[in-house]
């Protein structure tokens, strides 16, 4: 698992805001979906919240091609159909508010800590807690076309 989620986050150049952000995405799929990750399908959902993720997150997100010219073996279509019932499971709460990052953030922190591990994540900055929450707000239509 270490070693698809590295390769995919060294070839498509995320960041570590986006691994956060990513965890929590599984932690909520894992939750509201009922889902336990196996052997048959951790690969498809570790790839969909990092899909997820970096859309939402990083300043210039990968396409679905994109992670197809890195994982070989899947196509657009099937990328496609994974984000949008990744999405569905979700049930379309993408918002991840600063403070549900700062208890990631902190929870990963104090879990390399006790472990001897460098942690290397920097703390949120203020901008980038307000960034996060702006691009994570939930959709809602405009039900007479007002701004």
Same mark, same amino acid.
């Given at each position: 698992? *270490?070693?698809?989620?590295?390769? +995919?986050?060294?070839?498509?150049?995320?960041?570590?805001?986006?691994?956060?952000?990513? +965890?929590? *995405?599984?932690?909520?799929?894992?939750?509201?979906?009922?889902?336990?990750?196996?052997?048959? #399908?951790?690969?498809?959902?570790?790839?969909?919240?990092? %899909?997820?993720?970096?859309?939402?997150?990083?300043?210039?997100?990968?396409?679905?091609? =994109? *992670?197809?010219?890195?994982?070989? =073996?899947?196509?657009?279509? =099937?990328?496609?159909?994974?984000?949008?019932?990744? %999405?569905?499971?979700?049930?379309?709460?993408?918002?991840?508010?600063?403070?549900?990052?700062?208890?990631?953030? &902190? =929870?990963?922190?104090? +879990?390399?800590?006790? #472990?001897? %591990? #460098? &942690?290397?994540?920097?703390?949120?900055?203020?901008?980038?807690?307000?960034? +996060?929450? %702006?691009?994570?707000?939930?959709?809602?239509? &405009?039900?007479?076309?007002?701004?």
């Amino acid at each position: 698992i *270490y070693r698809f989620v590295r390769t +995919l986050f060294s070839a498509a150049q995320l960041t570590a805001e986006c691994a956060i952000v990513t +965890l929590v *995405y599984l932690e909520r799929l894992l939750t509201y979906a009922e889902i336990d990750i196996c052997p048959t #399908n951790w690969k498809r959902i570790v790839l969909g919240a990092i %899909l997820l993720a970096s859309k939402v997150w990083d300043d210039q997100a990968v396409w679905n091609v =994109d *992670y197809c010219q890195i994982l070989k =073996d899947i196509t657009v279509e =099937d990328m496609n159909e994974m984000e949008r019932h990744f %999405l569905e499971l979700l049930q379309f709460n993408i918002n991840v508010p600063a403070s549900v990052y700062a208890k990631y953030y &902190f =929870d990963l922190r104090s +879990l390399a800590d006790d #472990n001897n %591990l #460098n &942690f290397l994540f920097a703390p949120l900055s203020k901008e980038r807690a307000q960034n +996060l929450e %702006l691009v994570t707000l939930p959709f809602a239509p &405009f039900s007479n076309g007002e701004k």
